[in-house]
């Protein structure tokens, strides 16, 4: 009896990275397997142990695309600012979104960060992706705004988008703009 015929799949490693990230938003890490995942996928048990050594690797190789994912986005809206005034708008909108693009904190993305914080709380390979996120959020900031202020302004950001996903009234353009120009007037310094 001839082999079956091999299934060319050259994207599937990367299909396996988003389909971890979708059962990770439904279930959450502690109901993440590797059978969900190769569900999900669309793709035979196997193939997650082939690609990825554990479900660690794998868990930390999806975190880490939806880092990149989202800093990237985060540095592109900063990028396209072209004066301080513009980047605190730009931040402003991070928060809360604008016409063309409902922030980059979705309820989705931000289900995910909740559960990448938890799993980088006790899996030291997560931390690492959490601090290079965090330095590319900063360094996107800091094209703007002194270093202190940088990193005041990705707290507020990181903490204003939590709180937007539960608050029965959020804090709306007007009064996150407030927030902004309060921080970025003037310059902090840290000791």
């Known amino acids: 009896m001839p082999a079956a015929p091999r299934r060319h799949d050259p994207d599937r490693r990367a299909r396996l990275l988003r389909s971890a990230l979708d059962v990770i938003a439904e279930h959450g890490v502690a109901g993440t397997t590797h059978r969900r995942i190769a569900a999900a996928a669309d ?17 930390t190789a999806a975190f880490t695309l939806l880092a990149d994912t989202v800093a990237a986005r985060f540095t592109e809206r900063l990028s396209a600012a072209t004066s301080r005034d513009e ?9 809360v979104g604008d016409e ?9 993305t931000l289900l995910l960060s909740y559960e990448l914080y938890a799993y ?3 899996v030291p390979a997560l931390r ?7 330095g590319k959020s900063r360094a996107a900031l800091e094209r703007h705004f002194a ?23 959020p804090a709306g353009r007007d ?12 310059p902090l310094t840290l000791p």
């Open 43 to 59: 793709v035979p048990l196997g193939s997650t142990t082939y690609h990825f050594a554990s479900l660690d690797d794998l868990l």
């Open 87 to 95: 980047a605190c708008e730009a931040v402003v909108d991070l928060v």
């Open 100 to 108: 063309a693009d409902q922030a980059w904190a979705t309820p989705r």
């Open 120 to 122: 980088a709380a006790r």
């Open 128 to 134: 690492r992706v959490m601090q290079d996120w965090m």
């Open 147 to 169: 270093p202190a202020t940088a990193r005041a302004l990705d707290a507020m950001i990181e903490g204003l988008t939590i709180h937007r996903s539960v608050d029965a009234r």
């Open 175 to 186: 009064e996150v703009r407030a927030i902004v120009a309060r921080l970025s007037q003037t």
